[in-house]
T-cell receptor, first 113, second 115 residues
Framework: DAGITQSPRHKVTETGTPVTLRCHQT?????MYWYRQDPGHGLRLIHYSYGVKDTDKGEVSDGYSVSRSKTEDFLLTLESATSSQTSVYFC????????????FGSGTRLTVV | AQSVTQLDSQVPVFEEAPVELRCNYS??????LFWYVQYPNQGLQLLLK??????LVKGINGFEAEFNKSQTSFHLRKPSVHISDTAEYFCAVRESSSNTGKLIFGQGTTLQVKP
């Protein structure tokens, strides 16, 4: 399997606290993505990166920020967590011309109480 | 902009019966199409993809899908399902000329295989 890991795997946090999720890859893929998965909505794109320090917003970016200071790491930060951000978060990687699809991480289950 | 609609949220089926999971997409440009499977408490795995060429594509675990451009559909089929096929299935689309590789996913279909 491709080397992509997410941490933590599970997290419970309180409303109003900042939270950072990490995605780490060892495949040297250019593109990295953060999605959230919610019942009835499938996967929705939060933010994505097309290179070091190059990021852009997805369809549900409000309340989230990202950073990519190295090729292998893509961080997702919830500035002030809300209950509506309780979800399962998936990171994915992709490389131009490489099977045109994604390789996914195992996900982070985040609960905001 | 593209969109994907999976027409059934849940599909119950008995073991060894055939199954079809339906996917329709909307796009004004040429697209690539994908099916992913998610087993409980796991990430998503690629089942199959359509990039070009033959409209019938075969994937892992005996699944196949047919691209129908006129009906903008990409339905997933398996002639005989097993209990182990119980999972959630996602259809996804991306622009073939996209320089970001962004995938747009459908809402998902839960396949429940009963003994």
């Amino acid at each position: 399997d491709a080397g992509i890991t997410q941490s933590p795997r599970h997290k419970v946090t309180e409303t109003g606290t900042p939270v950072t999720l990490r995605c780490h890859q060892t495949e040297n893929h250019r593109y990295m993505y953060w999605y959230r998965q919610d019942p009835g909505h499938g996967l929705r794109l939060i933010h994505y990166s097309y290179g070091v320090k190059d990021t852009d917003k997805g369809e549900v970016s409000d309340g989230y920020s990202v950073s990519r200071s190295k090729t292998e790491d893509f961080l997702l930060t919830l500035e002030s967590a809300t209950s509506s951000q309780t979800s399962v978060y998936f990171c994915a990687i992709s490389e131009p011309g490489f099977n045109y699809g994604y390789t996914f991480g195992s996900g982070t289950r985040l609960t905001v109480v | 902009a593209q969109s994907v609609t999976q027409l059934d949220s849940q599909v119950p089926v008995f073991e060894e019966a055939p199954v079809e999971l339906r996917c329709n997409y909307s796009s004004s440009v040429s697209v690539y199409l994908f099916w992913y499977v998610q087993y409980p408490n796991q990430g998503l795995q690629l089942l199959l993809k359509y990039l070009s060429g033959s409209t019938l594509v075969k994937g892992i675990n005996g699944f196949e899908a047919e691209f129908n451009k006129s009906q903008t559909s990409f339905h997933l089929r398996k002639p005989s399902v097993h209990i182990s096929d119980t999972a959630e299935y996602f259809c996804a689309v991306r622009e073939s000329s996209s320089n970001t590789g962004k995938l747009i996913f459908g809402q998902g279909t839960t396949l429940q295989v009963k003994p």
